[in-house]
């Protein structure tokens, strides 16, 4: 195949690069009750055991069974903070669309994944292959990333850029109407 091909379907790989070897359990169905946890962790990862049992009306021993087999299953793939970007020094934001080579997906994320200021990554269908969000103190950053980081990946054939002017973390507790 000719290498200006644009990529196809994804490899089958979801996760974090050092779990790629360790075989992903079958999705098992979640009940109210893990629906409930998973809820109020997304809202406060902070939260303790005690509060996530008393909330969920469930054993504190339970609440922490149920916990962890979400993380076990991968269901719950971590806990981080939710940042306010611009306050945290990384005033400019945008999401980046790439078209790459077929079936280069692996070696693309990979170089993505290492970029500074990268936050997602997703491989998509559609007119490109690839979304990226990143994060950067400034637009010259930003330019620099693009022209200087992004585009010298070999199996990046184009990028577009499309710049934040504001964002808002929907909170799953409230969505929005």
Known sequence: MPAEQMAGSGDGFRGNPEDVHRPT????PLDSIDEDILRMLQTDGRASIRSVAERVHVSRANAYARINRLLDDGVIRGFSARVDHERAGQGASAYITLKIVQNSWRTVREELQALPGA???????????????VHTPDNRTLRELVLTKIQ??????????LLVFEETDLDPQHPQD
């Open 119 to 133: 936050a997602h990554i997703a491989l998509v269908s559609g007119d490109f292959d690839v979304l990226l969000l």
């Open 152 to 161: 010298a990946i070999p199996e990046v054939l184009s990028t577009r850029t």
């Open 25 to 28: 359990p079958p999705a098992r």
